[in-house]
């Protein structure tokens, strides 16, 4: 396990425990047996759960989809404070702000479900006689778990969710201005 | 030769192949059938494990299980459970996995971080018409709508509050070049001076501000110096002009010493660097912007106007800002169509909501084309661009005038008097509501009052100038000549002197 996962995790270790947490919930809901639940260990675990073998579809969807919504979901809301005060309007002098941008980077950098839980989703899905519909709706997010998990592995999420806290106000610029309008 | 060889190869292989697959075939069944034989002892028999049954196949003793029948988690019962036989843990240890418990750290992080989720989504709420006002502006300012982006930049300060005034650096930023832009000279330095700490200067994204700021203070240095040089006289005449622009000239790449509020040329009598002053030079570009004056003062030729002016616009892109559009008008009036025209449109490029390239547009309709009807649209374009600037009702008085009489200039040219007198009493009324009347607005009313035969409005703007103790001067010679008959209304419109720039 390259060296440079475990700084990243290290430096963005909220967002790797509130992974962990996620996982951990989603294996419980799911009635995943889990083996080792630590939200705090500094090895290639570290975001993670080590949890058993899945051999059903929903479970292992779960295990993927759940902690990767609720970092995002969590870390995009709290990036919209961050970024737009310390980014967008260059207000440094408010510590809760520079708390958020952390949190929202952190929270970022952790989306992604570890490369086996992705192995294990397309297992379940992509096999032969499995049902077509399900095999098309999940493809994209199978997509998007394969290459974020392969650049998570080497820490480039770190770099990704920090330029996306520096488009993070412009992206709200596009709607936010005609919300306000149409609120006012 | 080569052929041979690979196909003698290819059957050694083959041959190999096939032993190897009887070979396997022969272990295989009788694996085969050892495990047939174990099946069926086992199937026989019963057993129990400290108490707990087992419900496949038959039961054995915990000393008679091997390690890869026993629990993965507990080592002690049986693998296997009624739901899923083959699972590697038995019953109560896969209960327990299945709940295993969260850890506390993990836990507390979610409970913090849906806390600092909430906080942060009512703080950003509270930031949104900042946020929202900034964001318009920063748009219109990329679309050099420049007048728009003051409005915005303006309405999101208008939301901060006051113990929070000057903490907001990246707007100040904004509107400081947005302010450069707009050539507001004051509003930049005095900005820079105040929201910008010499650190924050310092830090790469604020470089524009701190260059900008010492580009100003520069200039500003650089007048300071040239008013002085210029205080000496009373008047510029035949004389003193030569006098004066050799002074002028002398100043050119001379070092101007800034300390505080005092500044100092180098060489001047009594003044001796300490080491501590700020260095600056004298800017060419706003010397030679004195010269224009001089030369306009002393009433040169419109040309060598012209030829100061375009001096001090290339030497800094500030001046051109600021002497583009006199710049451009100038060259309509000595006939240099192309050049003004090229200016023009160099004014829209800057400044979509720019006035001036309305009025040139509108002079050249006028001086070159002969296209009246062109003209007046060319205006009234202009003021409903004005109109639709959000926010922006005063922009109308403060600039519209200058439209508003090219408009009635061009009602004259077409001899509609009717609706050049409405356009110059448009024009009369809001510079009236700026509380700053010029002669030539109030002289060309005047004029097309009596044009009109509204007598009443005549004697009002007499009576008005008698009110501001004016009348030693009264209305200009214009409007006495075109009373005596001596000069018509189109011979004025045409004559350069109600342009207005």
Known sequence: MSMVYIIVKTLTLPGAMLHSFFEHMSCRASKVLVDDARAVQFNEMLGHIDHELIKRKGPSFDVCFIPFFFNLVLGFLILCHGATEIIYLGRYDQWFSWICLYLGISLLTNLFPQIEDVMMLKENFFQKGKNPISKILVAPLYAIFFVGARLEKWGVTLITSILFAFATPYILGTFIPAVYEWFR | ?501
């Open chain 2, 1 to 501: 030769m080569k052929d041979k060889n690979l196909n003698n190869g290819a059957g050694d292989y083959r041959e190999e192949m096939e032993e190897l697959a009887r070979i396997f075939k022969e272990e295989l069944d009788k694996a085969r059938e050892e495990s047939e034989e174990t099946v069926e002892t086992e199937e026989n028999q019963e057993y129990e494990v400290e108490g707990y049954a087992i419900t496949m196949g038959e039961s054995k003793s915990k000393e008679e299980l091997t390690e890869d029948e026993l629990c993965e988690c507990c080592g002690e019962r049986p693998r296997g459970t009624e739901k899923n036989p083959s699972s590697p843990f038995c019953s109560e240890c896969e209960a327990i996995l299945e709940k295993y418990p969260y850890d506390w750290k993990g836990a507390v992080a979610a409970i913090l971080t849906v806390f600092v989720t909430i906080v942060a989504v009512i703080s950003f709420a509270t930031n949104v018409p900042i946020f929202s006002y900034m964001i318009e502006g920063e748009k219109a300012y990329n679309e050099h709508n420049l007048l728009s982006a003051f409005q915005k930049y303006n309405k999101a300060l208008s939301h901060i509050d006051e113990e929070d005034d000057g903490k907001y650096l990246n707007l100040y930023e904004k509107r400081i070049l947005l302010n450069y832009d707009l050539v507001d000279m004051d509003s930049v330095v005095s900005d820079a001076g105040k929201y910008f700490s010499e650190t924050a200067k310092k830090m790469p994204m604020y470089k524009d501000v701190a260059e900008i700021e010492k580009q100003l203070i520069n200039m500003q240095a650089t007048v300071l110096v040239i008013q002085d040089v210029l205080g000496a006289y009373a008047d510029v005449t035949d004389h003193n002009y030569d006098e004066i622009m050799g002074k002028l000239n002398a100043l050119s790449d001379k070092k101007i010493y800034v300390k505080g509020s005092e500044y100092h040329l180098e060489g001047e009598e009594g003044f001796t660097p300490t080491g501590k002053e700020e260095i600056y030079t004298c800017d060419d570009a706003w010397i030679n912007m004195y010269k224009y004056s001089l030369v306009q003062y002393a009433g040169k030729d419109d040309k060598v106007i012209a030829e100061y002016l375009s001096k001090a616009a290339e030497g800094s892109d500030y001046l051109a800002k600021l002497v583009n559009p006199l710049l451009s008008a100038t060259y309509v009036g000595i006939g240099e169509y192309e050049k003004a025209e090229a200016l023009a449109k160099e004014i829209r490029e800057d400044n979509k909501e720019s006035v001036d390239y309305h009025m040139v547009v509108s002079m050249l309709s006028r001086y070159r084309d002969k296209d009246y009807q062109k003209g007046i649209d060319t205006c009234i374009s202009g003021l409903n661009m004005l109109a639709s600037i959000p926010d922006g009702d005063d922009y109308i008085p403060q600039m519209g005038y200058i439209l508003s009489m090219q408009k009635t200039l061009n009602y004259i040219m077409l001899k509609d008097y009717k609706s050049a007198y409405a356009s110059a009493k448009e024009c009369y009324s809001y510079q009236a509501e700026t509380y700053s009347i010029s002669v030539q607005v109030r002289d060309m009313y005047a004029m097309l009052a009596l044009q009109t035969g509204d007598t009443e409005t005549f004697k009002t703007l007499e009576e008005e100038i008698k009110e501001y103790g004016e009348e030693a001067s009264g209305f200009s010679s214009d409007v006495k000549n075109y009373r005596d008959g001596k000069v018509t209304l189109q011979e004025l419109a045409m004559s350069g002197g109600y342009d207005l720039i």
